[in-house]
């Protein structure tokens, strides 16, 4: 019997947490005065970081053993960058700290044992001893030893960042992962799973968006139509708000948005909205003893009706009080296109709405012609990146921004120096004014990618394809520029290289079409090292001048020049010409992208 049977026994079995009064049975929502909200005016600059960041190769300080002031250094650093409110995710399905009433990563584990890592890095149809498998192993080890490290000298690193963030006055919120899925390659192997995730009745069923594709192991998260599976979270969530001193509680529903079966029952949606009753009761209780307020809030993708159909009705929690605060977002890659207005008048004044900034712009690939990698961009390598996220999101209306990823994306091995990234720019990012002027740089967000959920990104714009004569029009956020006669617009379209010829135009906010374009392989903005397209891709800048851009909404228009022929036949039927030989054809987009930039001379 391991450490959790014995533990889980002693609280009565899996359902010995109800049992405790924790959880009062049966699920009844109950009709309750709420106290009366108000906006979070003293969070906006919100910063996320999940569980192994200040173990693994996010913040290194070079430390051995490691001990509490690892914790301090790196609250100090967030300090000193404006952050105002640090986001602590300290849990996969299992607690990363010394916790008493559920499972931890370090249950069974001993210093140096690589073999404990072997079936979580193992995907099921690679091979157990290839060198990457190895490598892995090699790579998990040191991170398992720091937690031994503070374990060892008796300390809790969970309360060590709730005593820098005090000492800093910085506010210290707990964000909980509802459904981690990192140890998808092995059920019962992963030292990332809890025990109930072993066992097939509590996971879901994992069928894809299309049921002819079959099932994905990486969709069958827990299932919280379970009371089990409902009271294991709770358990772990009553600890960390009641034991801990912190103030306030994200459930993270984005990584991953997985709940209960697709197109769920009311009454299963009922059974989710009764147990936040019980987690928003918990948080009450607890801002009345601690004398402040204790927001409860959700990260969540922007399809909220889709959020619906798994179980989770956003829009009824926060009609209902329950909900603080939204954040929404994409699943790495950033969300650029949120409809914040939209949104707003969805779920009304009272909830503040973040706007959250992710790993990587989009999913197109970049190159570096000196070191010849080529990879995605990475938002935090780019502070014109990181403005242009932030400023088309607070100017259709976000209350303030939320930094997801900020710290491996912006840790040495990516930057273009061997240093920490650009953390000083965090500073202006909930601030509209303080952007207006500086040079930022908006993408659209890409519709495929590796680590998605692609039914629940918010990625529709590109990449597309575009027939001769033919024109589209797409939409994206951006700040209004004061008036600055050196700075400029510039709209670049990144294609699919082809040998045949384009004449490609561009309108921008319904301006007279630009043909006018320079043909470029670099980026609008270095990214760390990154700093032009792949070989694959050909690039066209375009001018305009600031002057047309206007705070919020802005659209692009591109058309397809090629006259004669309004369709590929017509084109290849010219004068009996055989298939595929006209000098026109249909051109790819497969980014657009926007520059607020210095005019170079």
């Known amino acids: 019997m391991n450490n959790f049977d014995r533990r889980y026994l002693l609280k009565g079995g899996l359902t010995g947490v109800a049992g405790l009064g924790l959880l009062p049975q049966p699920f009844m929502y109950r009709q309750q005065p709420l106290d009366p909200k108000r906006k979070l005016t003293r969070h906006r600059n919100l910063f996320n970081a999940d569980s192994t960041f200040l173990f693994g190769n996010g913040f290194d300080p070079g430390v051995s053993p490691y001990t509490a002031e690892v914790m301090h250094r790196f609250v100090d650093l967030l300090a000193d960058s404006g952050v105002d409110t640090f986001l602590i995710n300290p849990n996969t399905q299992r607690a990363w700290y010394p916790s008493k009433v559920v499972p931890t990563v370090l249950d069974g584990y001993k210093r140096g044992d690589r073999e404990f890592f072997r079936t979580h890095v193992t995907p099921p149809s690679e091979d157990r001893s290839s060198e990457k498998i190895e490598a892995a192993m090699d790579e998990s080890v040191p991170l398992l030893n720091r937690y031994l490290d503070l374990v060892e000298a008796r300390v809790n690193w969970v309360t060590e960042i709730a005593k820098a963030c005090r000492r800093r006055a910085v506010a210290p919120w707990i964000s909980i992962r509802m459904n981690d899925m990192h140890g998808a390659n092995s059920f019962?192997?992963?030292?990332?799973?809890?025990?109930?995730?072993?066992?097939?009745?509590?996971?879901?069923?994992?069928?894809?968006?299309?049921?002819?594709?079959?099932?994905?192991?990486?969709?069958?998260?827990?299932?919280?139509?379970?009371?089990?599976?409902?009271?294991?979270?709770?358990?772990?969530?009553h600890e960390l708000v009641e034991d801990y001193d912190y103030e306030g509680l994200e459930l993270d529903w984005l990584r991953c948005p997985l709940c209960c079966e697709p197109n769920s029952s009311q009454r299963t949606i009922d059974a989710i909205t009764d147990w936040i009753v019980e987690i928003?009761?918990?948080?009450?209780?607890?801002?009345?003893?601690?004398?402040?307020?204790?927001?409860?809030?959700?990260?969540?993708?922007?399809?909220?009706?889709?959020?619906?159909?798994?179980?989770?009705?956003?829009?009824?929690?926060?009609?209902?009080?329950?909900?603080?605060?939204?954040?929404?977002?994409?699943?790495?890659?950033?969300?650029?296109?949120?409809?914040?207005?939209?949104?707003?008048?969805?779920?009304?004044?009272?909830?503040?709405?973040?706007?959250?900034?992710?790993?990587?712009?989009n999913w197109i690939e970049a190159f570096s012609p000196v070191s010849g990698r080529r990879e995605f961009r990475l938002t935090a390598t780019s502070a014109p990146l990181m403005r242009g996220s932030a400023a088309g999101k607070l100017a259709l209306g976000a209350d303030g921004i939320e930094q997801f990823n900020f710290f491996g994306t912006a840790s040495k091995p990516h930057a273009a120096k061997d240093e920490l990234g650009l953390?000083?720019?965090?500073?202006?990012?909930?601030?509209?004014?303080?952007?207006?002027?500086?040079?930022?740089?908006?993408?659209?967000?890409?519709?495929?990618?590796?680590?998605?959920?692609?039914?629940?990104?918010?990625?529709?714009?590109?990449?597309?394809?575009?027939?001769?004569?033919d024109r589209r029009a797409f939409r994206l956020p951006m700040s209004a520029e004061p008036a600055d006669p050196d700075l400029e617009l510039?709209?670049?379209?990144?294609?699919?290289?082809?040998?045949?010829?384009?004449?490609?135009?561009?309108?921008?906010?319904?301006?007279?079409?630009?043909?006018?374009?320079?043909?470029?392989?670099?980026?609008?903005?270095?990214?760390?090292?990154?700093?032009?397209?792949?070989?694959?891709?050909?690039?066209?800048?375009?001018?305009?001048?600031?002057?047309?851009?206007?705070?919020?909404?802005?659209?692009?228009?591109?058309?397809?020049?090629?006259?004669?022929?309004?369709?590929?036949?017509?084109?290849?039927?010219?004068?009996?010409?055989?298939?595929?030989?006209s000098p026109y054809s249909a051109c790819k987009i497969v980014s657009i992208e926007l520059a607020v930039k210095e005019k170079q001379s």
């Not at 109930?196 to 968006?209: D, V």
């Open 188 to 237: 019962e192997g992963s030292y990332m799973n809890c025990p109930l995730f072993k066992r097939a009745e509590y996971r879901l069923s994992g069928e894809q968006i299309n049921p002819k594709d079959g099932v994905s192991r990486y969709l069958m998260g827990l299932n919280y139509e379970k009371r089990h599976v409902r009271d294991y979270m709770f358990s772990m969530i």
């Open 280 to 361: 928003r009761d918990m948080t009450r209780r607890q801002a009345r003893k601690k004398g402040t307020d204790y927001p409860l809030g959700l990260r969540v993708p922007r399809r909220l009706e889709l959020m619906r159909s798994i179980g989770l009705d956003v829009k009824a929690l926060v009609r209902k009080g329950l909900i603080d605060f939204v954040g929404v977002s994409n699943s790495w890659q950033t969300a650029w296109e949120v409809p914040y207005d939209q949104l707003r008048a969805e779920l009304g004044d009272e909830v503040t709405l973040y706007g959250v900034v992710e790993a990587a712009p």
């Open 423 to 469: 953390y000083s720019e965090l500073r202006d990012l909930p601030h509209l004014e303080r952007l207006r002027s500086k040079p930022k740089h908006y993408v659209l967000s890409s519709m495929q990618g590796l680590w998605m959920f692609p039914l629940f990104e918010l990625a529709e714009q590109v990449p597309c394809v575009l027939e001769v004569e």
């Open 490 to 581: 510039i709209i670049q379209l990144v294609l699919e290289k082809k040998e045949t010829s384009l004449k490609l135009g561009v309108s921008f906010n319904e301006s007279w079409p630009n043909f006018n374009s320079q043909t470029t392989q670099e980026l609008l903005f270095p990214a760390g090292p990154l700093t032009h397209h792949v070989p694959e891709h050909q690039a066209l800048n375009y001018h305009f001048t600031t002057s047309a851009i206007k705070d919020g909404w802005n659209e692009i228009l591109v058309i397809n020049g090629c006259q004669g022929y309004s369709s590929q036949s017509e084109r290849n039927a010219k004068d009996g010409s055989a298939r595929g030989t």
